[in-house]
């Protein structure tokens, strides 16, 4: 076989990365082989994940955790959720790393590049919640096509970076700005370098709320690959698939983004309600925005079993999109009566909150455990999987444990 143009250095570095050493004799390498080591990937050590996390794909890898794993009150890396559409980007060089911002609603466009963003712009630093819109998807009834995922597909780091309104007022914005775009570097499933593999956006208010930002670091460190080092965009509170990971660009719009995935029936639910299993035309679909209230128990695992006599403690976190929780309660009697928890404030706005009670038991026996969040707006949590739709969204049924007094 003929031997063509060798692999760049930074593709280098970026497998050294994935490996952890260095390739000996990487120069040699022909120009788009993988080596052996990332072939057939463990992924929990390849990207630094609890082995007790779930493998849903892997050509994109979509990885979830289990509740336990979410005890944490700021998400570590080895518990988040991964989320991909295409393949991950091989050549990465922060040095070089730009990001442009562009479109038909920006007064002048600009290319940054990273050192420039941290220089010019003051950084923030926010948690906030990150859900996938799929997430609890494996409830549907009939089947909704997609990743199956339970109720893992959700996070809360702490995230630093610029605000992305800093950015733009730097760039100048017309009038009849009305969504951003985003514009990454991973690959299509096709290896087709020609197609986008995600463009999403957000309408112009949520782009210019404090807390979307232009992130370069989680949990006070560099963003892990896998979460879209070296630069991401992160917007809190909305469908994770609006926090684009490697993102090199950002484009203001004068209408609503038309990229990849925002078309269709993509992160879209009905306009309203529906039977299961109908079918809806694209333009009766509503893009979803901000996520609806919803609440996990993280302590104990769903199965504990407990001594007759002994209080069981329980924890966990909720969160409410763009709204804060006000009210958090369980029920041990499968919804027929329920009782408050405690609920701590956010740490910030978009930040999950965090719960706690103390639960005793009538008599030995079987028991669920249910917990039930209510948002500012008086909405509370459905004890059974809400309206169904074509793409299984939004599901935000009362999470539920298993407990057994003996």
Request: charged content about 25%; some cysteine; glycine content about 8%.
């Amino acid at each position: 076989m003929k031997r063509r143009d060798f692999v760049k250095k930074t593709t280098l570095s970026s497998f050294a990365v994935l490996i952890g050493t260095e390739l000996v004799f990487g120069s040699q390498m022909l120009e788009g082989y993988t080596p052996l080591a990332l072939q057939k990937t463990d992924p929990f050590k390849l990207f630094d994940k609890n082995p007790e996390m779930i493998v849903l794909n892997d050509k994109p890898w979509n990885i979830e955790a289990q509740t336990h794993l979410l005890d944490d009150k700021i998400t570590p890396n080895s518990s988040m959720f991964v989320r991909n559409n295409g393949l991950l980007p091989k050549a990465i060089d922060h040095r070089t790393w730009t990001l442009t911002i562009d479109g038909e609603s920006v007064k002048n466009e600009k290319t940054y590049t990273l050192a420039e963003l941290k220089s010019k712009f003051e950084k923030h630093t926010y948690q906030l919640t990150i859900e996938c819109g799929g997430n609890g998807r494996n409830e549907f009834d009939p089947p909704a096509k997609g990743n199956q995922w339970t109720v893992g597909a959700v996070h809360c780091a702490s995230w630093s970076g610029v605000r992305l309104r800093d950015v733009l007022e730097d760039v100048g914005i017309k009038s009849n700005a009305v969504y951003i775009g985003f514009h990454t570097i991973d690959t299509h499933l096709s290896n087709d370098p020609n197609k986008e593999v995600i463009s999403r956006g957000c309408p112009m208010p949520k782009a210019m709320q404090d807390e979307t930002i232009l992130a370069f670091q989680m949990n006070g460190k560099d963003i892990p690959l896998i979460h879209g080092y070296p630069l991401r965009l992160v917007a809190g509170g909305w469908p994770a698939s609006v926090s684009g990971k490697w993102v090199n660009r950002i484009s203001v719009r004068d209408k609503i983004h038309d990229g990849p995935k925002m078309t269709g029936a993509s992160y879209k639910v009905p306009c309203d309600p529906i039977a299961p299993g109908e079918k809806v035309r694209d333009e009766d679909m509503c893009i979803i925005e901000s996520m609806p209230v919803k609440s996990l128990i993280t302590y104990p695992k769903s199965g504990a079993i407990i001594k007759k006599g002994t209080s069981l403690n329980i924890r966990g976190h909720a969160w409410a999109g763009e709204l804060e929780v006000i009210k958090m309660e369980y029920s041990i009697d499968f919804g027929s009566t329920w009782k408050t928890d405690t609920i701590e404030k956010p740490s910030n706005r978009l930040a999950w909150q965090h719960f706690s009670t103390t639960i005793d038991f009538p008599k030995p026996g079987y028991y669920e455990v249910w917990a039930r969040a209510t948002d500012s707006n008086g909405n509370a949590q459905p004890m059974i999987v809400p309206g169904w739709n074509p793409k299984g969204y939004l599901n935000n049924a009362s999470h539920r444990i298993a407990v057994k007094v003996k």
